[in-house]
């Protein structure tokens, strides 16, 4: 997992909206199987390790249900550290008859998709080895190909599945926004993320240190979509994470002089790109 520690620049952390705290605990426990870290009234926080936290839920008060073409999280993407623990979960989701929303071979990696019980959508997938992957011109070839599952069921058979394995990572985020303007700035030019892979004006892959991509962008929700309330379903916000805190600091220099915000809570740091996507700045 080179790509998910320095020196790179990589998601690591989200927080999620949820409406029902039980349904959703046995969702990521049973069906994922993730570990609870600690639970403190309306705030969860899921980890593989028992140490790290992955992914944290609340549940705001007068919460409302997933609102359609907005802003905000289109997909999370679990990176399993292997095909054998991919072909297991699958595996498991199969025979607890959990709908699945896709699957599908990306040449750089092979992904399932499914949601959880809100709605907020999920990536499962593991990496192919990045001497495999194709650049040309600075770009990676990525593609969306039918997933070969007969072959990853087969792998997974020998694995009857418990929980994430060790090594379990959040390996990247997918976001919706309102349109491009501006984007480029926020995630290149501020917080130091290079273009790896443009589809048209309808999608944008980013990543630091050659991956194919810590974030993806996309205006499928349509250009001009606006950000959901505070209250509903979806994601608070994700975490991004510098290597040092002298990369941290000109990050926040940086996106100051492109005047955008920069919020300091309790010795954090959070910023929102100009769709109003809520990220929280942290140092490995």
């Known amino acids: 997992m080179g790509f998910h520690q320095p020196p790179s620049t990589f998601v690591n ?4 909206k949820v409406t029902d705290f039980e349904r959703s605990l046995t969702f990521y426990q049973d069906m994922l199987g993730f570990r609870i870290l600690d639970q403190t009234g309306e705030l969860v926080r ?3 390790d028992g140490k790290k936290t992955l992914i944290t839920l609340t549940r705001p008060d007068d ?3 997933k609102q359609p073409r907005t802003t905000g999280l289109y997909h999370f993407a679990i990176l399993l550290p292997d095909r054998v623990s991919l072909g297991a979960l699958l595996q498991h989701l199969v025979r607890q008859k959990y709908p699945l929303q896709g699957a599908s071979d990306h040449l750089v990696s092979e ?5 959880d019980p809100d709605g907020n959508g999920i990536e499962l997938y593991i990496d192919r080895p990045s001497s495999e992957w194709t650049w040309s011109n600075g770009e990676v070839k990525m593609t969306t190909d039918p997933l070969d599952a007969e072959s990853l069921l087969a792998e997974g058979a020998s694995l ?3 929980q994430l394995p060790a090594g379990t990572v959040l390996g990247h985020i997918h976001m919706h926004v309102s ?3 501006d984007i480029e700035d926020f995630y290149c030019t501020g917080l130091g993320f ?3 892979t443009k589809f048209g004006d309808q999608a944008l892959f980013i990543s630091s240190e050659g991956y194919h991509h810590h974030i993806g962008l996309n205006t499928w929700a349509g250009v001009g979509a606006s950000a959901p309330p505070e209250n509903s379903v979806g994601i608070t916000w994700f975490e991004v994470v510098f290597p040092s805190s002298d990369a941290r600091h000109k990050a926040i220099e940086r996106l100051e002089k492109l005047d955008f915000s920069i919020e300091e809570k309790d010795n954090e740091f959070y910023t929102n790109d100009p769709s109003k996507n809520k990220i929280k700045l942290s140092v490995f």
């Open 179 to 181: 349109d491009f303007r």
């Open 63 to 65: 919460i409302l249900p």
């Open 194 to 196: 290079e273009v790896v």
């Open 111 to 115: 992904a399932v998709y499914l949601a």
């Open 46 to 48: 899921l980890t593989v």
């Open 160 to 162: 009857i599945w418990k």
């Open 13 to 16: 952390e989200i927080q999620l």
